[in-house]
């Protein structure tokens, strides 16, 4: 009889512990940012419509509220990890003419904004405005190259005080090329134009990724008679810049890339119609966009597949899109997610599910946290939404499951580091459970600026005896002394770690 109850006790500890980590793994509930009148509408074409640091979480979008005003540039964020939200804050609107494909970035308490604002037929340019203070106040709105109206289609990167931009531009006639502009002050002041792709047919949509000082842009380009992926490098924060490198080779267009890096290993997400409909590829490079690997599909059903948003982290890719796999004309949203560098992915998952259409997703990542938003018809008006998965970012590797003797914190090595350093730490087992019965203990590893302001999350989640590590990738910050703290159950312990780049 005893053994009988044992094994049901057993059965059950499990079931309720499986149950617990399934419930971790899930989106929550969609939540609506915007209720006006008026079409508002997330970026597309690689933008980053929504970036998070910390509990922090800023969006920005295109809003056509106003019916005797053009489209403006709105902003809100949310200081609780997407909880609650701001009220709406106009950024930027013209008298005439609209603006659209807001980018946003963010690095410590530093939020930069850039959109392209079209004053009218053929005079588009790029705007840029700043916060100091994560959002709460707003300097000046400017405009980068005013005197060369033909910018659009711009991405946006950050990494500490260097900003990088990329946009096509018709300066040069009717098919655009790229070009890239970058600020080493934190926007203050931004260095002249330089045109990146030089050839006879278009080059379109370029999307941008840095890393330290190294400055990743892919994008699609006409010159070999159909749209073909290419990618070009700079491993010196944009000063000079490698030759172009084609990605893909195929009868058939390959369209929207997006890319993003950790250390030395770049992804590239796109859109390809090789096999009859669109469908979404992924390739990677291990050794900062030298070489690249063979082409991955990521989604196989015969309907279309566009318009990918990817956040990295560590080993961890995210992965979202527009699908129309739904049918009845209704685009929804697809998420999958791979662990271990884009090596394999998981299952694709529906995060929306209404009776209209849902594009342009964007997603970010703090921390455990996955951030999403896009552009939704559902109330007969687009309006943006939110949802989020709190411990949808795991980026723990466990390295042993032995039992510790007691709690530690390693110095994290290497240290100082540029731009990525590993922390490690050890868990013993739980006071009056054993290795079979243990549920974990609630577990945080957080890292502060030198003023002790909260920069990021790590972790935040029950973790069982063993010891952990886990990848800290610093690119988005500036060079100087970070603390780093484990607080688990009543283990308290805090170390100093150096960035210089």
Known sequence: MNKIVYAIAVIFIIYSTLIIENCFAQWE??????????KSITSYNNAK??????????VVWSDKRNPNLP???????????????????????LNYGFCEFPNIAVSGTFVHIIWVARFSLGNYHIAYRRSTDAGITWGPSILLGSNVPTRDYPSFAVS?????????????????????KRSTDGGTTWEADTRITFNTNSSNFPCIAVSGSNVHVVWQDQ???NWEIYYKGSTDGGINWGS???????????EFPTIAVFGSIAHVIWSDNRDGNWKLFHKSSLDYGITWGTDTRLTNLNTDSWRSSIAISGSNLH?????????????????????NSGINWGADTRLSNDPDSSIYPSIAISGSNLHLIWSDNRDNDWEIYYKRNPTG???????????????SLSQNYPNPFNPTTKIKFQIPLSRGMDATSERGVLTQLIIYDILGREVTTLVNEQLQHGTYEVDFDGSNLPSGVYFYELISGLFKEVRKMTLIR
């Open 29 to 38: 509930s969609d939540i609506r940012l915007t209720n006006a009148f008026g």
């Open 49 to 58: 419509s929504v970036a998070a640091n910390g509990n922090i979480v800023h």
């Open 71 to 93: 489209s403006a540039i709105f902003y809100k964020r949310s200081t609780d990890a997407g909880i609650t939200w701001s009220a709406d804050t106009l950024m930027y609107t």
């Open 160 to 180: 500490g005080t260097y900003l990088h931009v990329v946009w096509q531009d018709f300066s040069q006639g009717s098919d655009p090329e790229i070009y890239y």
């Open 223 to 225: 010159r070999d008679g």
């Open 244 to 254: 172009d490198t084609r990605l893909t080779n195929n009868a058939d267009a390959s």
């Open 319 to 339: 992965l979202v899109w527009t699908d129309f796999r739904d049918g009845n004309f209704n685009w929804e949203i697809y998420y999958k997610s791979s662990t």
């Open 393 to 407: 970012n795991i980026g723990i590797n466990v390295i042993s499951t032995e039992i510790p003797v007691r709690f």
